[in-house]
């Protein structure tokens, strides 16, 4: 039975740095492994004193009982964990948590919107409905060239890969919305958008397809505690109800969130995770247990 | 019992009540008549020996009197602190009817912390291996208790735990100032040398199904707490600085956010701070915000200070503190400023009318009355429900409207070989009733172990 053995050691097989200050981590893990689906996340913590953060399930070998995910450096937890090097590991890994996304065959092309590193956190899903048998596109969103991930992976696994750029240093100057735009246009028989990314991107295309009355379902990343539906940190107001996005969610229709309650709750502690990241710049050391 | 005096405590985070020293809880046990028919056992949900305990206080065997304690609960330190008592073994003490009644939880904590601080710690020999795999889900007190209880009997016992540290509520929820966490590791140091198998970060229901769990092994224990906050659902309740107690409190005590940034997680400092509720959670979550430098903690109620439901001594602590009560305010709405953050909790003055189905008078708005509390911080204590994630990936388990696991009094759900118990049975309870229903529970699996036979359940 899985979990037989008291200590789990989740290891970092690989690290590797996709773009500036975004990496991608290979971490054993194997009871996660065994049982995610595309859309479920983690939660994390690196060591005692850390905090628990959420990070979405990129990918997985269920035989190898290895997890991929991706991150990028913007908090005092994110900046320790790229300090992390293959062979050290990760205190605790739970999960896979969330509901998995709702896959299934439909009428029509599915259509992936990732920005920044949310592509990653897509990629799963986007291959999930390919092989469910569906049409997939991907628009990819991102500043410039250099800081676009996961190009290769999603071309893979999608019929058609579009990326916008925001200085246009790769293909088309503009933002993933002016791609989503022209499919529209040029008669793709869109029916199911999927936009994964930062809040206002999910919040700006989910107001683009409301009137073509196109499903679109987002997935949420909200501040998270537990990440098992026990604290209620993670809540939003879908449909005028309050959902709490790591037992309810992560994905729900975009047409329906009150996007601008779930990104002012997002930056809830932005004070404070700025101390705490000049706390530790200062005291890195300190954090200690990590290897 | 001696207490950190007040204007200093709220500046620790350290335990409030202090402790016995020997001479204090020998006199004390020693007013214990030991009755031939103790009342004071009929009315304790862990079924301990009370009069046998106390007697070993009275006489100096105090690692006697731990032994005695730990035979009939698993966590004798957590309840010597917790339990309700004067609603309990104490309220039936026989020296209570002319007299104050024997002090049976302050006793209780002397033996048990005096054993489990004890350079030898006495761990009993366990039964012959029985050969039976139970898995319990949930490291709270029903669950520590069940694992407890069967591995004594000999069962192979795996314990997992959805969280990073065992404990449950006596982790996350109930502060180091009222049960130190040293206190709930060392009662657990005991189960897992007595055989106990601890897996933290499984998440049942996610990491593996119950029915996953029951091709591994024999009978499988629910224990998983109520595990959902519940909300007013009144407007401006997800505005930033609005809290559910079991966010701020596992803030608080889990990720030990007051010692923020040595520690990671954060928390809210909030200078004006109201909570909402009147239960010991809601004491705890409005303790708590003192320590972090409230300013002005108050608790708004809408009953009056005779239905609170916390327990007397936990309000006293909060009043010595400085908390001030509002009681008879009903909170309808919260109020925010441009950047979403609350700044106020508008409030209907209440009036007690006749008495409800709970028995307690209940509270009608008054019309027209309406006022706002200027707060920066609120913590939303009105108490939890039954979190879905075991049961709606189970199959066969039938829960009630509200999501409880529907059990019969041993514990036994709708489905074969799956035992429940604790708050996920009966909504949010106290520790000791969780404890009392995992001994039922461990019995019925014992027994169920043993003859193989599941009965038709009546509940």
Same mark, same amino acid.
């Given at each position: 039975m899985p979990g037989q053995s008291e200590v789990m050691m989740h290891t970092i097989l690989s690290k590797t740095m996709?773009?500036?200050?975004t990496w991608h981590m290979r971490v054993a893990a194997p009871l996660v492994a065994r049982k995610c689906r595309a859309g479920q996340f983690i939660m994390l913590r690196i060591h005692d004193s850390g905090e628990r953060i959420p990070l979405t399930i990129a990918d997985w070998d269920r035989d190898a009982g290895f997890i991929d995910i991706y991150f990028q450096e913007i908090g005092a937890t994110t900046e320790l964990l790229a300090t992390?090097?293959?062979?050290d590991s990760i205190l605790d890994v739970v999960g896979p948590?969330?509901?998995p996304s709702h896959v299934e065959k439909i009428t029509g092309t599915f259509v992936m919107v990732g920005g920044g590193f949310g592509i990653a956190a897509g990629y799963p899903v986007a291959r999930a409905f390919r092989e469910a048998g569906n049409r997939v596109i991907a628009v990819l969103g991102a500043k410039t060239r250099k800081l676009l991930i996961c190009e290769e992976m999603l071309r893979a696994v999608c019929h058609e890969v579009y990326v916008a750029t925001n200085d246009g240093?790769? $293909?088309?100057? =503009?933002l993933v919305s002016d791609v989503l735009q022209g499919l529209l246009d040029g008669g793709e028989d869109v029916r199911l958008v999927f936009p994964v990314g930062p809040p206002i991107m999910m919040k700006i295309i989910s107001q683009m397809t409301l009137p073509h009355k196109i499903k679109t379902m987002v997935s949420l990343n909200s501040v998270m505690v537990d990440?098992? $539906?026990?604290? =209620?940190?993670c809540r939003v107001t879908v449909a005028g109800k309050t959902r709490f996005v790591c037992s309810e969610g992560i994905d729900f229709d975009g047409h329906e969130v009150d996007w601008d309650e779930m990104m002012s709750r997002q930056k809830m502690y932005g004070k404070q995770e700025a101390e705490a990241l000049s706390y530790h710049r200062e005291h890195g050391a300190c954090c200690g247990g990590v290897r | 019992m001696p207490h950190q005096d007040p204007a200093e405590r709220?500046?620790?985070?350290?335990?409030v009540a202090l402790g016995w020293d020997r001479e204090t809880a020998v006199a004390e046990a020693?007013?214990?008549?030991?009755?031939?028919?103790?009342?004071c056992v009929t009315n304790c949900p862990a079924e301990i020996d009370i009069p046998g305990f106390v007697q070993k206080i009275a006489v100096g065997q105090f690692l006697e009197a731990a032994r005695i304690l730990r035979a009939s609960s698993a966590l004798p330190a957590v309840c010597g602190r917790v339990c309700p008592q004067e609603t309990q073994c104490e309220l039936t003490?026989?020296?209570?009817?002319?007299?104050?009644?024997?002090a049976i939880g302050r006793l209780e904590r002397f033996a048990s912390d005096y054993a489990l601080f004890a350079e030898e710690l006495q761990i009993p020999d366990p039964a012959p291996p029985t050969g039976k795999k139970v898995a319990v889900v949930g490291a709270g007190p029903a669950g520590i208790t069940v694992a407890g209880d069967l591995v004594k009997l000999g069962h192979d016992v795996t314990l997992y735990e959805a969280?990073?540290?065992?404990?449950g509520v006596l982790v996350y929820g109930i502060p180091e100032f009222r049960l130190p966490k040293k206190i709930v590791r060392l009662e657990l140091d005991i189960i897992k040398k007595l055989g106990v198998r601890l897996v933290s970060n499984?998440?049942?229901?996610?990491?593996?199904?119950v029915d996953e769990l029951l091709e591994d092994f024999d009978a499988v224990f629910l224990?998983?707490?109520?595990?959902a906050p519940s909300f007013l659902?009144?407007?401006?309740?997800?505005?930033?600085?609005v809290y559910s107690a079991s966010e701020y409190l596992t803030r608080c005590n889990?990720?030990?956010?007051?010692t923020f940034p040595g520690n990671s997680t954060p928390v809210a400092q909030g200078r004006k701070v109201a909570v909402l509720g009147g239960g010991n959670v809601a004491m705890d979550a409005v303790r708590m915000s003192l320590r972090l430098g409230a300013d002005e903690a108050s608790i708004l109620y809408r009953r009056s200070r005779k239905e609170l439901p916390a327990r007397i001594e936990e309000i006293e602590n909060a009043e010595e503190e400085g908390v001030k009560f509002n009681y008879l305010v009903n909170p309808v709405r919260f109020v925010g400023n441009e950047n979403k953050w609350v700044t106020g909790v508008e409030c209907l003055r209440m009036e007690l009318g006749e008495p409800d189905t709970s028995g307690r008078r209940r509270p009608i708005p008054v019309k027209g009355s309406e006022f706002i509390v200027d707060v920066d911080m609120v913590v939303v204590a009105i108490g939890q429900s039954a979190n879905p994630i075991v049961a709606s990936t189970a199959t066969g388990i039938e829960t009630t409207e509200r999501g409880y696991f529907i059990a019969d009094?041993?514990?036994?759900?709708?489905?074969?070989?799956v035992f429940a118990g604790g708050d996920i049975v009966t909504g949010a309870a106290t520790v000791i009733l969780a404890i009392g229903a995992g001994k039922k529970a461990a019995r019925a699996i014992h027994d169920y172990l043993e003859k193989g036979v599941w009965p038709e359940i009546s509940t």
């Open positions: 996709v773009t500036e200050r992390l090097q293959a062979g948590l969330g509901n240093s790769y $293909g088309i100057q =503009g990440g098992t $539906g026990m604290c =209620g940190s | 709220v500046r620790n985070f350290n335990e020693r007013r214990c008549l030991v009755c031939k028919n103790p009342q003490c026989v020296m209570g009817k002319k007299y104050q009644p024997v969280l990073h540290e065992p404990g499984f998440v049942v229901g996610r990491t593996a199904t224990g998983n707490g109520a595990g659902n009144i407007p401006g309740e997800n505005l930033n600085g889990l990720m030990k956010a007051y009094d041993d514990g036994r759900t709708t489905k074969p070989g």
